[in-house]
């Protein structure tokens, strides 16, 4: 205790007084958060991390401490020393743990002043958000955010117990590092000692994590930071923490075993239960059926209603022939306004590959016996609202069948992604109308977690006309595609998974190429030189010689959990320090020019 705070004991703090301690003598500390003064009474509410406490001062019983009292401010830091005492009936606040008790004020301790604040953290209207970042420490002393930092730390140190107790060991791993491929841009770091060298800040321990299953520690997690140089959306920051793990000798199921059990512990802190394991489903399927590789299971699933229609009607509706006609069915969206129903089309979009079919009640006009087949295919109530996608009016480039013999051909992905990208609009748009996007947080059936597998191992980068890792280049294509690597790279399966919540990608990880050979071969196919493979990922093809055990592994956001578990409403409401879409620290004012000196110690020149 420091020694200004003198002889003061602490035994209660303020959130945690009772009703059982009546008549006990107790001080409690923190800041003043709300002062009513009635004149010969001054009410204080003293807020601590626990909560709140009323603390009366009476005129009547002491004047010298009541006349201090009348000094104190809005977030004064105060240790005040009184008993415990029942309130009248008539001043009980049921809304507050400590609202049958107050404490009246015997001794007032100012411990510290404040100067007038920008916003207070009782405030019920908030400032905007650039006056929170600024000022985060007053920000941060709200309860919701008291609340939401608490419950990150009880989310990670549940995952924690969760991995240790599953004989896995948290073991760190550099951020000072060279470049990762997670594909996005990294945050350099200039050495000083090596003018014009740069260590790159990870984007993942993607290398690290292998190489310690090369090192035999078969079970390796942590939770950790990782830093992408990526356009800022809402739910992304340049710094955020992954749950990162990987195992030795692992199967897919292992691996979502894991992952399952410590997303259970996770969510018992919140006092959701959750049941496992997780519905899986290929990417093919949730391509086909939500048109999405993160589907939003709240929601119902499209239907491929192409052969509803007879040869002459898909004729006259100019439908390719093998070419599928998606229905969306949005329910309980009632009828829809003329005005409602045009908006449909921009919602969609202009698009080459996909055309939209909005008045559905036109359909059923002149396509009675499809339209019936449709409605009957979609399970579809009166109120529901029904739209169709098909494909271009004159046939797709056809492109790779894909591997596997999925549904899903290549050339038929933009006709159920943007079906499955317009279900997601409309579901947002009319959301008041089906509820099924507000479910109870307590409750377990408000969260559809599924995994999806199977990934495509590659995806062609239009930019730069190549083919690129879909999630890494060190996941395991399927064992029965390699021989399509060269041939038909758009027909390799990866073994890659993700994990997905409520049309949220959680995460995602994949098993591993543990061989050499297999990984210079992908690679090759990725369009990287055996030179430049050499160059960027020498170390780690030579560490893969010396006795590699299979293995595989996942990350998660931690950020994204904890904000959906504490109902936040953005990333930002969960990191203590975030940054703003601008990629910014506001408090510390983040980015900033640094001294020439500095610069000059660098080896470092600014272009104008
Ligand atoms: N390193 C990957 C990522 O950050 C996850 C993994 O494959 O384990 O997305």
Redesign the pocket.
Known sequence: MLDFLGDLKRTHMCGALRLTDSGQKATIMGWVNKRRDLGSLIFIDVRDRTGVTQVVFDASSSAAIHEKAETLRNEYVVAVTGRVTKRDVDTINPSIPTGEVELVAEELRILNVSAQLPFLPGDTVLPNEEMRLKYRYIDLRRDKMQYQIQMRHEVALAIREYLAGQGFLEIETPFMTRSTP?GARDYLVPSRVHPGQFYALP????LF?QILMISGFDKYFQVVR?FRDEDLRADRQPEFT?I???MSFPTQEGVFEVVEGFLKAAFKVAGVELQTPFLQMTYDQAMRLYGSDKPDLRLPAMVDVRNAFSDAERETLKFNNGSPVVAIRIPKVGELSRKERDDIKPLFGERKDARVFEDFKRIEKSYPEASGKIRKALEAEPDDLIVLVAGPSTPAEHKSEGGIKPEVKQHDRAVYTAAGQLRIDLARKYADRHKLFAGDRKLASSYHFLWVTDFPMFEYDDENKRWAAA??P??SPHEQDMDKLDSDPAAVRANAYDVVLNGTEL????IRIHRQDIQSKIFHALGMSREEAQQRFGFFLEALTFGTPPHG???LGLDRIVMILAGGDSLRDVIPFPKTAQAKDLMMDAPTPVSESQLRDLSIKIRE
């Open positions: 997670e984007q993942s321990p993607q994590k990782c992954q990162d793990l990987e999630h890494h060190f996941t995460g995602s990880g994949s592994g996942i990350a």
